[in-house]
C-alpha cells in the first residue's frame, strides 16, 4: 500500500508542475505540450537501461547448476522406473 501511495504521490506532483507550467509563460506553451510525451520516452529510456545494467550484473550460480543437474537426473530415474522414455536421442 505504501508502494502505491508513493507513485501516486509523485504522478500528482508531476501532474501540478505540468499544469502550472502550461499556465505560466515560463516555457513556450509549444514545449510545454510536449513535456509528456518526453516524460514517457525518458521512462522508456530508463528502463531499457535498467535491463540492461541488470544483463551486466546477471550473476552466475555454479552451485545452483550442479544441483538443477542432479534434480534432472532424479527426475530422469523417477521417469524411468514409471515407464517413461527420457532418452535424449
Known sequence: MKHVVKI???LVTISAIW???????????SHTWLL???FVVSLGC????MVG???MQFP???Q?????QQDIMEAKEFLKQKGVDVSSD
Open 8 to 10: 501516486l504521490s509523485i
Open 19 to 29: 499544469v502550472g507550467l502550461l499556465q505560466t509563460s515560463i516555457v513556450p506553451r
Open 36 to 38: 509528456p510525451i518526453y
Open 46 to 49: 530508463y528502463g531499457l537501461l
Open 53 to 55: 545494467v541488470g544483463l
Open 60 to 62: 552466475t550460480c555454479p
Open 64 to 68: 545452483e547448476a550442479l544441483l538443477l
